[in-house]
């Protein structure tokens, strides 16, 4: 009897024409590392009384589609979370290619993502993803992956796959040693961790319908937010935070063969930390920084990708 194991699992995405209608073909085979993206239907309990003890029947709720997906940051499929999580970016050059997500867009995408499991065979069709938050984490060490969390409109189950051939971009990973901070163009130095999440704050359009499913994830006010956690060595990040001044925060990524991801927010707060010495080891301080609206660019963040991928 066959098992369903992670390790053949696999991951499609496209970018639909039509809110919950997926595309006939066009997938992009993802690299992922773990996916809780998945529809339930909880049932309720019947309140119902005047039939002895024993309940009655439970009656089914509404349906429920959502969930995470937590993805390596590379070079090239990256581009698609960038892309559901911003709009459609702005494309310059000729191979290597510059592709300029910026954070001031009204429309956003949907995907249609299809994860299998080909040993049962069960193949889950996710129609009308929207990204809801794009989070992680810089540090020293360890692997870089990105967690993107989704609301979906619905779960087609099939023991075929619906997605075609796929499309497969290769894998050009990026690791926390490519990492650097910058504050307002300069090196940005004693940074232990930093933490960045980009919310479009999604309202789901939950109207009536027969199959239960939502109409539609509409984006709100956008936030980007995140935390350093630095060695405390001068007086800089207190003095900014103290003023309730502005400064631009880059945080990027630089392989030797010329690829690169940065996220630049344009306008960034920081609140006045407190300042603790909890031993004899070196002092620490936390800054949970917001982004704003920057007033000259018009937005409060630029992504740019730089790659040999000709569009998405």
Not at 3 to 12: K, N, S, T
Not at 152 to 170: C, H, P
Not at 267 to 287: D, K, M
Request: proline share 6%; charged share 15%.
């Amino acid at each position: 009897m066959a098992r369903a194991q992670g390790a053949r699992a696999q991951m499609a995405l496209a970018f639909e024409t039509t809110y919950g209608m997926p595309p006939v073909s066009g997938f992009t085979r993802m690299p992922f590392a773990s996916a809780t993206l998945g529809s339930e239907q909880p049932l309720l309990n019947s309140e119902l009384l005047g039939y002895g003890r024993d309940p009655l029947a439970p009656i089914k709720d509404a349906v429920t589609a959502d969930g995470n997906v937590v993805v390596p940051i590379d070079a090239a499929a990256f581009g698609f979370w960038l892309k559901a999580a911003f709009g459609q970016p702005i494309t310059t050059g000729t191979d290597p290619y510059t592709h300029e997500f910026r954070s001031d867009g009204w429309t956003l995408p949907s995907m249609s993502i299809e994860t299998g499991m080909p040993e049962i065979p069960r193949f889950a069709m996710y129609t009308g993803c929207v990204l809801d938050t794009l989070s992680w984490q810089m540090q020293r060490s360890g692997l870089l992956t990105a967690t993107a969390s989704l609301v979906a409109q619905g779960e087609s189950v099939a023991t075929a796959s619906a997605a075609g051939t796929l499309v497969d971009l290769g894998l050009q990973r990026f690791g926390h040693f490519n990492g650097a901070i910058t504050r307002d163009g300069n090196p940005l130095g004693n940074i232990v961790s930093a933490e960045i999440t980009y919310a479009n704050s999604l309202d789901r359009v939950e109207t009536i319908r027969s199959d239960g499913r939502i109409d539609g994830a509409d984006p709100s006010i956008a936030a980007l937010t995140g935390r350093i956690e630095v060695r405390f060595a001068d007086q800089v990040l207190v003095t900014q935070a103290i003023n309730g001044d502005p400064c631009e925060l880059s945080f990027a990524y630089t392989l030797p063969s010329g690829e690169s991801l940065t996220l630049t927010a344009h306008a960034v707060y920081l609140p006045r930390p407190r300042i603790e010495i909890a031993g004899p080891q070196g002092v620490q301080a936390t800054f949970d920084w917001q982004a704003a609206r920057d007033v000259t660019l018009g937005r409060m963040a630029t992504v740019t990708l730089i790659n040999s991928v000709e569009e998405y």
